[in-house]
């Protein structure tokens, strides 16, 4: 007798097939146990304050998977749990250059229902060089570029038909916003990848004038200053007001629901928590925590930088005041947490020394600052010094050379800052120094020197 | 004598509802005083889960209904025959692509495949184009990719669905009997007067009647999308998605919450993306990767639909055999994919 093929015996075998292949599969997903991946990339080169992200095939429980994962060299950090199946390790302080880490996952029972990681993880990697992205502006260009410090050539990140006017570098170094004009005359904010050449439209000010972007440490959210468009297009733009641009969300709202409040020059503190402004009507610094949903105002007129301290609990910043030998700029400390304030340098000062450049280090006590050297000397020179002790070095005192902008690196070692010579042609140069240098050493040409780490 | 048998039943019947009111009230005193108040609650869940479905589906059940429309009053079975193979992998390959022709999700696709089998489709590029269609066309592929990207799960996605789409293609061309398949309203050639199409009719005659075939098969096919809408709302309301998902974990387990999920949910395949997108983190790849897979390919409101088609059998093997395929290859991601 012939056999034949009809639905029920094709379906049925069909069927009976899949089912064996499920318990097949299903066996031998339960010898193999519960798997983990990384983020990591293949090349194991990653930039210093990546975070690392472990993702298990399944949903395990959070302190039993934490109590497995560790880093080694030990190095400042925490575990953040994104979800059931998504822990990422956050680092406090960068990764450090020339070291080799491990991200060790042990073998253990990882979920509530006794389910194991059978096979342990282990994954080398090491940190990247910085590079440094600038601007170049020239009669055909206005261009950001990046170098490292290898002495390879420069790349561009941005194409000529854009116009960069001011930027920011991402604390991850994997972005940058800048802002470029639009054809309304306004300015919009772009964004643009460390690789470059895609660029791409952030928010579109319209009539606005979107300026001076910082973006938070965590990289979650962007503060900038922004000029309302006249009723017309010609009457002057509005006042400056600090506003919010969430990057996950996509919210842009203003900082302050207070109309009267002004703003430019924002700055962030370290821990992204902090947000300080200055207020140019009103002579002031603002300052808002956005946890405590707290705010803080300092006197301040100079509209100059705020650098913060490493824990994000003080501040340095300077201000003009009267003293018994006249207008004297100086150099204010705040302590927020002890709610404590003074002024730190400038109060005896027999002459203005123009303290302006301000930078602390993002690991220690230590911070730059600019001042101009003498009396009559119109070139200012960095200091770097301990704020404490108000013991330091001078950095950067080349004759005829003036600096300013100073920028630390991720590890709170090398500094790049902004420098011209004072006399013959203008022309931006970028200075490099660290720990070991006589003097500081050029790099290249160009403007508003960051580092892209 | 009769007026008293009559004032006798009157006054038994009055005793009855006395009785009834009676017990009503006393099971009304029983009932805990927040019941009616969480049953409002309850209702009012359910009307708008409802709608939610139902008015999702309803413009997919329309253009799946036109496109039958036009298929009947344009298409002839000579030309079916010379666009589809005859032979059984040809056939089921082809009728799994065909939803790039016809872009309807998985309330339209029913009422365009039976019309298609009235014009001589083979049953496996029947089964295949019902299977696939709902994800293997381009709205579903654009909304697949806004939600993930041009990535892994639309690959997947979109290659799951063919390969579960032909293999229960190629499983029902065994079957050299339509009837044996379909129910018997289709295997006759017979069709509503006013659907009729002559050779000599006009074009706007033509679409006159590809309307009426358009409309009466709406209404059909319209009352099992509200019967199915009304089942997978009431289950939504009273099986909480959260009582699965917090089922839901493990790699075997998750799997088959999502393709529960799949059926219960009953959401178009065309916005199906989105909503998954919402268990990814919560739900492994290979969970989240089944109920893309399997929800376009039976739902609630689709089983219904299903049932107007095939016979019971027939529509047993339709849902069995992707259920199968894809917990296989949910729990082959779990194990292989983290």
């Given at each position: 007798m012939k056999f034949r093929w009809n639905l029920d015996t094709a379906a049925g075998s069909i069927l009976g097939f899949l089912a064996v292949l499920v318990s097949l599969v299903v066996l031998f997903g339960a010898y193999a146990g519960v798997r983990v991946s990384t983020n990591l990339p293949g090349d194991g080169v990653i930039a210093p304050f990546q975070t690392i992200k472990l993702t298990f095939s399944?949903?395990?429980?959070?302190?039993?998977?934490?109590?497995?994962?560790?880093?080694?060299?030990v190095l400042d950090?925490?575990?953040?749990?994104?979800?059931?199946?998504?822990?990422?390790?956050?680092?406090?302080?960068?990764?450090?250059?020339?070291?080799?880490?491990?991200?060790?996952?042990?073998?253990?029972?990882?979920?509530?229902?006794?389910?194991?990681?059978?096979?342990?993880?282990?994954?080398?990697?090491?940190?990247?060089?910085?590079?440094?992205?600038?601007?170049?502006?020239?009669a055909e260009q206005s261009s950001l570029w990046v170098m490292d410090l290898k002495k390879n050539p420069p790349r561009r990140l941005t194409d000529e038909s854009t116009k960069v006017i001011s930027f920011d570098a991402a604390r991850t170094g994997e972005f940058i916003i800048f802002t470029a004009a639009n054809t309304q005359g306004g300015v919009d904010l772009w964004r643009v990848s460390r690789a470059g050449n895609d660029a791409s439209l952030l928010l579109d000010c319209g009539r606005d004038r979107c300026t001076t972007p910082v973006i938070s440490p965590d990289t979650l959210r962007i503060a900038y200053s922004r000029e309302a468009s006249g009723p017309t297009p010609d009457l002057p733009f509005g006042s400056p007001r600090i506003w919010l641009l969430d990057l996950q969300g996509g919210r842009n709202d203003p900082l302050?629901?207070?109309?009267?409040?002004?703003?430019?020059?924002?700055?962030?503190?370290?821990?992204?928590?902090?947000?300080?402004?200055?207020?140019?009507?009103?002579?002031?610094?603002?300052?808002?925590?956005?946890?405590?949903?707290?705010?803080?105002?300092?006197?301040?007129?100079?509209?100059?930088?705020?650098?913060w301290s490493p824990d994000s609990n003080q501040m340095l910043f300077t201000n003009v005041e009267q003293t018994e030998n006249g207008l004297r700029t100086q150099v204010r400390f705040v302590d927020i947490a002890?709610?404590?304030?003074?002024?730190?340098?400038?109060?005896?000062?027999?002459?203005?020394?123009?303290y302006y450049s301000l930078a602390w280090s993002p690991l220690e006590q230590k911070a730059l600052l600019g001042f101009r050297a003498g009396k009559d000397e119109p070139s200012q020179i960095l200091w770097l010094f301990n704020p404490a002790m108000l013991e330091g070095i001078v950095i950067a005192n080349q004759k005829d050379y003036t600096y300013n902008s100073p920028q630390w690196d991720p590890w709170g070692n090398a500094i790049l800052f902004q420098q011209f010579k004072l006399r013959g042609v203008f022309n931006p140069e970028i200075g490099l120094w660290q720990p070991g240098f006589s003097e500081p050493l050029l790099l290249n040409q160009g403007l508003m020197p960051q580092w892209l780490p | 004598m009769e007026t008293?048998?009559?004032?006798?039943?009157?006054?038994?019947?009055?005793?009855?509802?006395?009785?009834?009111?009676i017990l009503a009230i006393v099971a009304a005193s029983m009932i805990p005083a927040g019941f009616f108040a969480w049953l409002w609650g309850r209702l009012n869940v359910f009307a708008t889960v409802f709608l939610g479905i139902f008015v999702e589906a309803v413009p997919y059940l329309l253009l799946g209904t036109l496109a039958s429309g036009l298929v009947e009053v344009f298409l002839d079975r000579d030309q079916m025959s010379r666009w589809i193979s005859g032979r059984p992998v040809a056939a089921a390959v082809s009728g799994a692509f065909m939803g790039m022709i016809f872009p309807v999700c998985e309330c339209g696709v029913v009422p365009l495949t039976r019309r298609l089998f009235h014009k001589g489709l083979p049953l496996s590029a029947g089964i295949s184009f019902l299977l696939a269609a709902p994800v293997l066309n381009p709205i579903v592929i654009l909304s697949t990719a806004a939600a993930f990207g041009w990535g892994q799960m639309l690959f997947w996605r979109m290659s799951l669905s063919l390969l579960i789409a032909i293999v229960t293609g190629?499983?029902?061309?065994?079957?050299?009997?339509?009837?044996?398949?379909?129910?018997?309203?289709?295997?006759?050639?017979?069709?509503?007067?006013?659907?009729?199409?002559?050779?000599?009719?006009?074009?706007?005659?033509?679409?006159?009647?590809?309307?009426?075939?358009?409309?009466?098969?709406?209404?059909?096919?319209?009352r099992y999308l509200v019967m199915g809408s009304v089942l997978a709302a009431a289950l939504q309301t009273f099986i909480p998605q959260s009582v699965l998902l917090t089922v839901g974990s493990g790699p075997v387990l998750s799997v088959?919450?999502?393709l529960g999920l799949a059926i219960l949910l009953s959401i178009c395949s065309t916005v199906?993306?989105?909503?998954?997108?919402?268990?990814?983190?919560?739900?492994?790849?290979?969970?989240v990767l089944s109920f893309l897979v399997f929800g376009p390919m039976v739902d609630i409101k689709s089983v219904l639909m299903y049932l107007q088609v095939f016979k019971r059998r027939s529509v047993f093997y339709i849902v069995a055999i992707p259920f199968m395929m894809s917990l296989l290859s949910g729990l082959i991601f779990n194990y292989l994919m983290p």
């Open positions: 399944e949903a395990v429980d959070f302190e039993m998977a934490s109590s497995l994962i560790s880093v080694d060299p950090g925490y575990l953040e749990w994104i979800d059931a199946r998504t822990v990422q390790f956050v680092p406090i302080r960068p990764f450090e250059l020339d070291t080799v880490y491990k991200m060790t996952l042990n073998p253990d029972v990882v979920t509530a229902a006794g389910r194991e990681l059978k096979k342990g993880y282990v994954r080398e990697f090491t940190v990247r060089d910085p590079l440094v992205v600038y601007l170049v502006t020239d302050y629901e207070d109309q009267q409040i002004l703003g430019y020059n924002p700055a962030w503190s370290p821990d992204s928590n902090r947000l300080a402004s200055f207020d140019g009507l009103t002579d002031r610094i603002n300052m808002i925590d956005l946890k405590q949903k707290k705010q803080y105002v300092f006197e301040s007129n100079t509209g100059g930088p705020i650098a002890l709610n404590e304030s003074q002024t730190l340098l400038g109060a005896n000062d027999d002459s203005d020394y123009s | 008293a048998t009559t004032a006798s039943r009157l006054s038994r019947k009055l005793i009855l509802l006395i009785a009834l009111g190629l499983i029902f061309s065994v079957e050299k009997e339509a009837a044996n398949v379909l129910r018997p309203a289709l295997t006759h050639s017979h069709e509503h007067d006013h659907g009729h199409v002559e050779i000599n009719d006009s074009f706007v005659e033509k679409i006159r009647k590809a309307f009426l075939i358009t409309a009466d098969e709406f209404f059909e096919m319209g088959l919450v999502m199906d993306a989105f909503v998954a997108l919402g268990f990814v983190g919560t739900f492994s790849f290979g969970s």
